[in-house]
């Protein structure tokens, strides 16, 4: 398997970028909307999923247009969400076991992100914004 290292340079800044987006929601919509945390974490996690996704599909993987119709668009984004959702949750069963091991949640969801990292861009390569064939 040959690796494109600007694709995965690319991707790991669209990433940052989206992490300085989530942070910035929940503190916006926790500190001056007062929003319970949970819900402005859910709220900044769609709205860093969608940045990401229009990142990732204009920069990361710009070089692999989706079909020029909204269905092509559609079913691209529906592959985005489902990897999305999949990451979410291995990156809390990491998460939850590296904390049950003794380490503080910052640390461990550190660990979980740098762990999830490189099967996040495999499946975004292979598998959401795949070749057309």
């Given at each position: 398997m040959r690796i494109n290292y600007r694709r995965w340079g690319v991707f790991n800044l669209v990433g940052l970028a989206g992490f300085v987006v989530q942070i910035a929601a929940i503190a916006l919509l926790t500190r001056w909307f007062e929003w319970p945390a949970p819900?402005?974490?859910?709220?900044?996690?769609?709205?860093?999923?969608?940045?990401?996704?229009?990142?990732?599909?204009?920069?990361?993987?710009r070089d692999r247009p989706t079909a020029p119709n909204i269905r092509g668009w559609l079913r691209r984004y529906w592959r985005y969400q489902a990897a999305k959702t999949a990451s979410l949750a291995a990156n809390l069963a990491i998460t939850t076991l590296i904390i049950e091991g003794g380490l503080p949640p910052e640390?461990?969801?550190?660990?979980?992100?740098?762990?999830?990292?490189?099967?996040?861009?495999?499946?975004?390569?292979?598998?959401?914004?795949?070749?057309?064939?």
């Open positions: 819900i402005a974490t859910a709220v900044a996690l769609e709205v860093v999923a969608l940045q990401n996704f229009v990142g990732h599909s204009r920069w990361t993987w640390v461990a969801n550190t660990a979980a992100v740098l762990l999830c990292a490189v099967p996040n861009f495999l499946v975004s390569e292979h598998v959401v914004f795949r070749q057309a064939s």
